[in-house]
């Protein structure tokens, strides 16, 4: 191995490691911060495994990081779901996922069939199409400006990347490529960690590279963030936002746009005269929505249990009470609202009217 190559690997694996342990220490509680933290050092392994004097060494020792690096593509796959969807749970399928790739990955680096090989690669690059699919399928409902900015390319330029990699290496196997390739390889390496890094630098301005979600509150009218204004009264921005959270708020709970069907950030800013990320930016930090869609749903869901524990509507069906209230179809409508009350609609019905059936009967 050269020195160039060594030395650019070297300061790729202290940059990969050191972000590990700022996103373990930032955000322990949170999917998007571990998986981050995982996926790093995920290349840090990778970073070291593939270096021109170990990408052939069968010694034992390698075995773990060899490890970590063959799973992690399924890593990066719940990276980018964790960190773009925030409703993201890890289930054992994903372990199960992890397990699979790992142990086709080692048998095709033990029994040395290119069959099992171009397997192994082919899911990875499978992973990698799926994390590009979350950054860009919901794209246009996140509110947090920062992660549309940055985050999304961060997580294409990191997959197209790793496809690169993997291409690379069906292309030409361990120790086919000749120093040019390993030492492209090592800048690639280096400049995407590079790139890795700043972007979840720069994601929190706070210090926090990946922060909490913020919990949804029934709109009011929050107070102004920012500094009164020498006369001991907020500033023009901040008497803007009250003004503007005055009129979203009576779209919402007077005019009930959140019915229309195809509802848009774009559509709902034009009804404020405003720009789709001032509206965004509007929701997000005035009110705590992450998302647009949990935006609608909070207004959607109360507009649902009320009818739900009206007794003059217990014919109606369910599915005409989520289709008149907003939802598009039953299967998001029954998900968002077990989340939101821990209960089927059918179930939540039942006990509403029981309910009233009881203080009737007192």
């Known amino acids: ?64 990081t060899r490890i970590v690096a063959i799973g992690n593509p399924v890593v990066f796959c719940l990276f980018a779901a964790a960190m773009f969807d925030d409703d993201f749970k890890p289930s054992w ?102 790139v890795f890094s700043v972007m979840l630098l720069s994601v929190s301005r706070d210090g926090a590279l990946i922060s909490l979600p913020v919990a949804a509150s029934v709109m009011q009218a929050a107070p102004s963030r920012r500094p009164p204004n020498g006369n001991g009264q907020p500033d023009r921005a901040g008497q803007e936002d009250t003004r503007l959270l005055a009129a979203l708020r009576r779209l919402m709970e007077e005019d009930k746009a959140y019915r229309e069907e195809g509802l848009s950030i774009g559509s709902l800013a034009s009804k404020l005269g405003i720009p ?39 014919v109606v069906p369910i599915l005409t009470i989520a289709l008149d209230a907003g939802f598009q179809s039953l299967g998001p409508f029954n998900r968002a609202f077990k989340t939101q009350t821990g209960m089927t609609p059918s179930e939540f019905r039942r006990q509403q009217l029981s309910r009233n059936d009881r203080i009737a009967a007192e």
Not at 53 to 64: E, I, M, Q
Not at 125 to 142: E, T
Request: glycine share 10%; hydrophobic share 55%.
């Open 276 to 314: 789709e990320y001032g509206l965004r930016r509007l929701i997000n930090q005035r009110l705590g929505y992450r998302n647009f869609n949990a935006f609608l749903n909070f207004y959607r869901l109360d507009d649902v249990m009320a009818a739900l524990a009206d007794p003059s509507q217990e």
């Open 1 to 64: 191995m050269s020195l160039i190559e060594a030395a650019l690997r070297g300061g790729a694996v202290v940059l990969l490691v050191l972000v590990a342990g700022l996103l373990l220490r930032d955000a322990r509680r949170v999917p998007a911060g571990v998986f981050s933290a995982l996926f790093a050092f995920g290349a840090a392994c990778y970073t070291i495994v593939s270096a021109s004097v170990l990408v052939l060494d069968p010694s034992y020792w390698l075995l773990p």
């Open 93 to 194: 399928l994903h372990a199960l996922a992890w397990l699979s790739l790992v142990a086709i990955g080692l048998f095709g680096m033990w029994s040395g069939m290119p069959l099992v090989r171009w397997i192994c690669s082919g899911l990875g690059l499978a992973c990698n199409a799926i994390g590009v699919w979350y950054v860009l399928a919901g794209r246009s409902l996140d509110l947090v400006e920062e992660r549309r900015r940055l985050r999304a390319v961060m997580v294409i330029v990191v997959a197209l990347y790793s496809a690169m990699i993997i291409a690379s290496e069906l292309a030409l196997p361990g120790g086919s490529g000749g120093p040019a390739l390993y030492l492209g390889n090592s800048v690639g390496l280096l400049t995407i960690t590079l």
